[in-house]
Antibody, heavy 123, light 107 residues
Framework: QVQLVQSGAEVKKPGASVKVSCKVSGYTLTELSMHWVRQAPGKGLEWMGGFDPEDGETIYAQKFQGRVTMTEDTSTDTAYMELSSLRSEDTAVYYC????????????????WGQGTMVTVSS | DIQLTQSPSFLSASVGDRVTITCRASQGISSYLAWYQQKPGKAPKLLIYAASTLQSGVPSRFSGSGSGTEFTLTISSLQPEDFATYYCQQLNSYPGTFGGGTKVEIK
């Protein structure tokens, strides 16, 4: 059974960066396609980016291009999402989630989710 | 980008009611559509993928249908634990997008 455990809440000042981790257990990270989704307080879900097994590349939403970096440490089965140049509008819960197709096929549906990490950006 | 428009955005219903939520895509997405349920303070939960396939462990009162640009999520008999917000989502093409959500509340 795959489980995703995320790092704890963060408070950052505008202009700073934040790095959120997502530890995988039950599978190895190489067997999964990891995505990141965020949700501002009281708002809907927003896809930030993720690994496309069909291209073998990480795809970022244009909105976050240049500010977001998604990386993986396969030695510890931990995925990371780093967002830079933070502004107040980045205040949100950030989720990691895996595609149901694993690292082989893009189902385009996220079956396993982390518990979420609250990131607050405030001066 | 593909826009997903959910309707209604809010729905008031009673236990035992049949509930239908619609998701319209701004362009065709084949069957690359998923439905999620989210309760306050919790991560979303996958209900349906590939437009109509029930995720393992999800009660059979949930069903999905549609292809192309119009999709529906149906709850055949609403249960107390079904009061939540529901989202549709596509990853047929990048960027992935979500619908705006449908909040289902108790009448």
């Amino acid at each position: 059974q795959v489980q995703l455990v995320q790092s704890g809440a963060e408070v950052k000042k505008p202009g700073a960066s934040v790095k959120v981790s997502c530890k995988v257990s039950g599978y190895t990270l190489t067997e999964l396609s990891m995505h990141w989704v965020r949700q501002a307080p009281g708002k809907g879900l927003e896809w930030m980016g993720g690994f496309d097994p069909e291209d073998g590349e990480t795809i970022y939403a244009q909105k976050f291009q240049g500010r977001v970096t998604m990386t993986e440490d396969t030695s510890t089965d931990t995925a990371y999402m780093e967002l830079s140049s933070l502004r107040s509008e980045d205040t949100a819960v950030y989720y990691c989630a895996t595609d149901k197709g694993g690292s082989y096929y893009r189902f385009g549906a996220f079956d396993i989710w982390g518990q979420g990490t609250m990131v607050t950006v405030s001066s | 980008d593909i826009q997903l428009t959910q309707s209604p955005s809010f729905l008031s219903a009673s236990v035992g009611d049949r509930v239908t939520i619609t998701c319209r895509a701004s362009q065709g997405i084949s069957s690359y559509l998923a439905w999620y349920q989210q309760k306050p303070g919790k991560a979303p939960k996958l209900l349906i993928y590939a437009a109509s396939t029930l995720q393992s462990g999800v009660p059979s009162r949930f069903s999905g249908s549609g292809s192309g640009t119009e999709f529906t999520l149906t709850i055949s008999s609403l249960q107390p634990e079904d009061f939540a917000t529901y989202y549709c989502q596509q990853l047929n093409s990048y960027p992935g997008t979500f619908g705006g959500g449908t909040k289902v509340e108790i009448k």
